[in-house]
Structure formats: structure tokens, C-alpha cells
């Protein structure tokens, strides 16, 4: 019993130091920011499958039909950008080595989260979308586990 | 007589003190830069409104049309964002609360001509994007009024 | 009673009208965008707050704490940006004029909420940074009280 | 004498249709952006050359001194690179073959103007600045020339 | 003879009084910048051209083709304004009046260059995109051959 | 040794689909973008080790001091952010989960380097520099052998 007080001690230790080396000087780290975009990027996927080409040859019915598919287009990738870039800052910047034992698939969580969001970009797919909140939720339990905090997952929407 | 001399002087002594904290570190503002991007929003509108789809399935007409609305569409939205963006530095950094007095109608303004620039993004609407102009010259002459200066409103097309 | 009746009724009814006319395609608004750069803020100005500049001439020293001091000083101008660009996203994008009947104070809260970002760049202040973050939490409320929610106030830090 | 009309002539048939297909596709130039910006890269000079650093260690004279002087030189570096990239936008999508002609000096006018933004970037030198102005103003009389327009230079400061 | 090998001599020496001078503080320039990005645009505009518009009227076929085309869009015109940019930097921060000796069409290939960028945007003309590769190309040897050195030229794709 | 061949004939046949299934529209890779910005990083840092502050309290020569020490960080800075950027583009977009077979070490070699373009934003460290062209230089023979080329590892300065 002594050997697993002193190993989940030293488990700590090296946290709190590596705190101590962490580079992003501000230390403010909220995975509410990824999934704020995630979110953003499931409702843009939502309006675009609602979207019909009109019917006949009228220029204006295009052009509305055109404009508001263009933007939403715009509005996906920018979001799936920055639901990417908020997961790699969580990963290139909070994760430490010492996280590794507590998260031994922490990388490959990474990895298929950030392809997730690739794939959001690609295509018109809700199914996909709802792959990548599944993947943001999940961040967001190993992210508020490692902080010895339970936060809750609740979205905007 | 000397009462509203006093009144008059008043007003423009917090008006110095207030330029003396501003926090735009470089003190200069001109509306003219939401001048020109508003100029562009109304200009790429009457592009859009021009375009007219291919008749038949030939690709390369339909690239050559998508391509087209593709990039004045993203223009539109960019400058429409950019006008926003320069407004609301007037709003933020420029006015003062002194201001309020002279200009009682500020708040509405500025809310009111950010709405439009949306409005100009949602929709391709050329009279939209003329009350959009409409309220940049409002503000330039709210603008040049609180400066002591009375600058003429002229656009570059 | 009826007539209390029907004047909350017809304050439900524009608001329910204004959300399908809504200019942000996505529809996805969370002042905690706001927040999280707000508590950034707060962070970068204690740290800087705790610098101290090296004793002697020595190069190094000098090197390091200008190369921190350099570092803090754009993390946290960039994030009181950031923090202004949320704030101004809601105040121009999500609430909405028959807001203004429950939020009677919407533009002066917003103004100054804005005007507290550049002052927390202009100065190392960690009061100021302190009334920001009192101003979120103030936009906080009146954004979920708007949406009929009352999620409570966290901070990630 | 019919040789020099014809001549004259074909000088402005080919800059019209030289306009037709212009590729800055709102068609909306204007000098006044590069002059905001060099406005500004002027104010932040002499705001930088009016900086003393405190006499003694003293950790928060030197804090506001080393919070100023970083957001100022930051600024300054921003408008200079905004200067230059309004100045290249006219060389590279406004400026076309025909315009020649008329403007031999054309090239080595925007090189040098581009090598001064550099200038200002590099230095904290009050000259540059006003070199910078001066060729501001050079390309603002070229480009209004070009449009048989003659507006005149008027700054915001 | 001795004349040659002091003109040489000479030719060099102001070159390297210029990189003492160089305002890009990190004096690392290299033409596979802008090289990398002219290749991405050749790619999007081939693929541009391979895209076809659905036979029918089928909403997820439009949709599809929609999302495909208007991301290949903004890639391509995102590519085409980073490969100006790198090529400007090299324009106006690397290239030296010193040059001018070695380089008399210096300014009249940047110009191209720049314009052919512009060409690649407003089109999709795969024969501009191969134009802009080769202008690519030219800058790469005039820049190597400035250096001392004759890197030989290689593409990623 | 039929079952070698085999599994090398597999091993090729998932990553040629992949390619297929390629989110970065354009297909064009180049490590050479990471190299670059690596070798920026690490020139300024040698560049800011070799600046000393003055002597003495002559607000001109802290002003050049500031001024350069300021500019060189924050290009620094932006450099080692631009250099994560690019390594994280290879690690999400370009290798796939069938280049693991190959390249057992490839999560750890990504989150390592990510992790020194940090270390060299937070520390003036020329050995952390190097480090960094060390990672990158790997990730450059990892990437070139996964394409079947060989290219050699060159850099600009």
C-alpha cells in the first residue's frame, strides 16, 4: 500500500513540474474551445444537406442558392480548422510525457480527431460531424480527468 | 451667453483629456478605410447580381461561372467583415463617452451599420449595400465633426 | 392579465423571427469563447506583473527577461483582441433589437466591456483585468438569460 | 498633329481595356489605405523617440515602460507591413503595361517605396517615416493621375 | 585581366555590405516557398478542370460538387496570393539595387510574376499556371545565382 | 518468400488509396516549408544571443536595443509557430494510418518536434535550434522515403 501512495505521489511530482515548464505562457487551456468550432462545424453540415439547387434557370434564385452555399462551404472549413488547431494546441501544448501513463492512447486519440476534422472539410457528412463532437467529448473527459476536475459536457446548442 | 460659452468649452476639454488616454497606441483614425471596403462590397454585389448561370451542362462554362462566384462571393464577404471591423474601432477606441453628449444617437448607429455589413454578407443585395454606404457617410461625418473638421465625402469609383 | 399575456407572447414572436433571419450561418454563440481569452489576459498580466528586470548588465539575464517580457506582452494584446472580437461578435451578430426591452443596458455594457480590453492593453493592470472579467461574466448571464438557460459561471482556471 | 491624337488615342484605348480584365475583381483602388497605415508608422516613430527608460530597477517603471515600448514597436512593424502590402496591391493588380508610358519610373517608384517600409520596420528613425510619406504621396498623385482625377493629399493627423 | 577580377571583386563585395544591411532580420530566403504554393495552384487548377456538374437536379450530387469546387477554389486562390507574396519578399527585401547590375529585367520579371499569380486566380487556365511555374522557375536561378550557388531545380509532385 | 512479396505488395496498395482519400486538396507536400521556418528560428536566436543592452541610460540606444531585440523575438516567435504549423499538416493530412507499419516512431517524432518549436519560443536557446533541424531533417528523410525518393537534405543558409 505504502508502494502505491509513493507511486501515485511520484505520479503527480512530475506534473506539477512540468506545469512549471509549460509553454504556453498563459496556461489557460478550456477545451470549450474546440468544441464551440465542432459544434459550428455540425450545424454548417446540417444547413448544407437542407440546401436545394433551384429548380429552373432564374440568375437570382442561383445566386442566393450559390452565395449562401459558398458561405456555408467558408464557415465549415474555417471551423474545422480551428476545431483542429485547438486540438493540437491541447496536444502539442498541455499533454506532457508524464500524461502518457494515465492516457496511453492519447496520441492516436489526437491523430483520428485531427483526421476527423480533415474529413469534415472533404465532405458534407453529419455522420462524420457527430464522429468528430464524439471525439471533442472524449478530449474533453481526459483533459478535466487530468486536471483532477469532473467538468460536465454541455454545448452551446 | 457666457454660460454656453463655458458649456462649449467644457465640451471640448474632457474631448482633449480623453485623447491623451486613448488607447489606439497610434491615434490615428480615418473612416475612410470602412469607406473603401464598404465601396468594394457594393461593387462585388452588382457583379454578383450580373453573373447569369451557363444554360446547358458544359463543364467548362460552369467552372468558369462557379470560379467567378466562388471568389466574389468570399470578396463580399471579406470586405463586408473588413468595413465591420473598421466601424467598430471607431466605436471602441475612438468615441468617448464624451462624445455620447454631442452624438446621442452613437450606439445605434454603430449597431445598427454593423448589421448592415452582415446583412451585405447574408444576402446579395444592392440596396442593402447602399444603406450600408449610406451609414459609412453618417459616420464619416460624425467622424470629422468631432474633430472640428468638416472633410467632403468622396469615393474612389 | 390577457394583455400580459399577449405582450409576452409578442416579445417570444420576434425573437423566434429573428433567429431565421440570423446572420451568423451557424448559428453557434458561447460567450465562453470570451471568457477563455479573458482569463488569458488575466493570467499574462499577473505573470508580467511578476517580473522583475535583472539586477546587473549581463547580457543573458537580460535577454531572457526581454525575451518573457516580449512574449507575455503580445499573448496578452493578443488575447485582449480576441477577447473584444467574442464580445463584439455577440453584441453585433446575436442579440437582436427586441433584445433591447429585457437588456435595456446592452450597448453601454458592451461598450465599456470593449473599452476594458484596450485598457488591459494599454496597461498592466490587474484590476482592470479584474473588471473584464467581471464584464464577461456580466454578458454571461444576460446571453443564457436571453436563451432561457442559466448555466452557471466556470472558469478554467 | 493627327499623328500625336491618334497616338494619345491609343494610349487610353488599351488601359480601358486593360480595366476590363482587371483582376482585383471589386475593381475598388484607393492610395488612401497606404496612407493610413504610413499615418500611422509615422506616430508610432515619434511615440517610440519620446520613450525614456526609467532611472532605476525599479519593476514596474520598467514594466509600463517595457509594455509601451513592445506594443508600439509592434504597431509600428504591423502598419509598415500593411503599407507595403497596400502599395504592392496597386503595383501588382491596378499598374498595367500601358500605364508605362505614361509612368517610366513606375517600378523603381514602388521598389523604393517597398524598400522604406522595410526601412521603418528596421529603425526607429523619424526620416524614414517622413521618406515614407513623401513616396506615399508620390504614388497618390501617379494612381489619381491615371484615373484623370486630380484629388489632393489630405492626411488624418 | 586584372581589371576583370577587380570588377568581379567589386561586384561581390556590395552584395555583401547588403546582407549586412538586410532588413528581413532572419536573412533565411528561399525560392521553395513561393515554388510549393505555384505547385498547389497547378494541382487545383487541374483538378478544377477535372470536375463535372451533375446531370440532374439531384440536391446531394449539387451539394457534392458544390463543396468540391468551392474549396478547390479557395485553395487555389489562397495558393496563388501566398506564391506573390513569397515572390514579393524576395522583390523587395532580398534583391538589392546592387543587383540591378547583374539582373536588368529584375522588376519586369517580379511584375509578371505578380500578374500571372493575379491571372491564376481570376482563371482556371491551366497554360497561365504552367507560366507562373516557369516565372517560378526563372526567379529560382536568378536567386541562386546571386548566391554563389547553382541549386538545381526540383518540384514536390 | 511469396509472403513477403504479399505483404509489400499490401503495404503499398492501402497507402495508394489513401492518396486517394487525400483531405489536402491539393496533394502537394514538401517538407522544405518546415525547413525553412527552422532555419529562421534558428538565425534569430543567434541573432538575439549576440545583442547586448547599453551601458548606460541613453533612451536612443535602448531604443535601437528594444526596438531590434522586440522585432527578433517576435519573428522568432512567429517562425517556430509557423514551423509546428507545417510539421502538423504532415502529421494529420499527409501520413496515414498505413505508414505506422513503416514508421513506428511516427506520433513520438511529431510530438517531440511540435514540442521543440515550443521550447524555442519560450527559451533564446541556439542547442534547443538545433534540435529542432535535427527533428525536422528526420521528418524530411521520413517523408521522402515514404514518396520512394531520396532527396537530399539541403538548406538555405
Redo the contacts between chains.
Keep these: 500500500m505504502l508502494r502505491l501512495a509513493i507511486s501515485s505521489l511520484l505520479k503527480r511530482l512530475p506534473a506539477q513540474k512540468a506545469l512549471a515548464h509549460c509553454?504556453?505562457?498563459?496556461?489557460?487551456?478550456?477545451p470549450?474551445?474546440a468544441r464551440?468550432s465542432a459544434?459550428?462545424v455540425l450545424?454548417?453540415t446540417k444547413?448544407?444537406?437542407a440546401?436545394?439547387?433551384p429548380?429552373g434557370?432564374d440568375?437570382?434564385e442561383?445566386?442566393?442558392y450559390?452565395?449562401?452555399?459558398?458561405?456555408?462551404?467558408?464557415?465549415k472549413?474555417e471551423?474545422a480548422q480551428e476545431t483542429?488547431k485547438e486540438l493540437?494546441i491541447l496536444?502539442?501544448?498541455y499533454f506532457k510525457p508524464e500524461h502518457l501513463a494515465s492516457f496511453p492512447d492519447l496520441?492516436?486519440t489526437f491523430?483520428k480527431a485531427?483526421?476527423l476534422?480533415?474529413?469534415c472539410?472533404?465532405?458534407?457528412d453529419q455522420s462524420k460531424t457527430e464522429e468528430l463532437m464524439a471525439a471533442v467529448e472524449k478530449v474533453h473527459h481526459m483533459f478535466w480527468k487530468s486536471k483532477g476536475r469532473s467538468?460536465s459536457w454541455?454545448t452551446?446548442?
Design positions: 509553454d504556453g505562457p498563459c496556461g489557460v487551456y478550456d470549450a474551445s464551440i459544434e459550428a450545424s454548417m444547413k448544407l444537406l440546401l436545394t439547387p429548380e434557370k440568375s437570382s442561383w445566386a442566393t450559390n452565395n449562401t452555399f459558398s458561405r456555408f462551404v467558408a464557415v472549413e471551423q483542429k493540437l496536444w502539442t501544448d496520441h492516436d491523430w485531427a483526421k476534422c480533415s474529413a472539410k472533404v465532405n458534407i467538468d454541455t452551446a446548442s
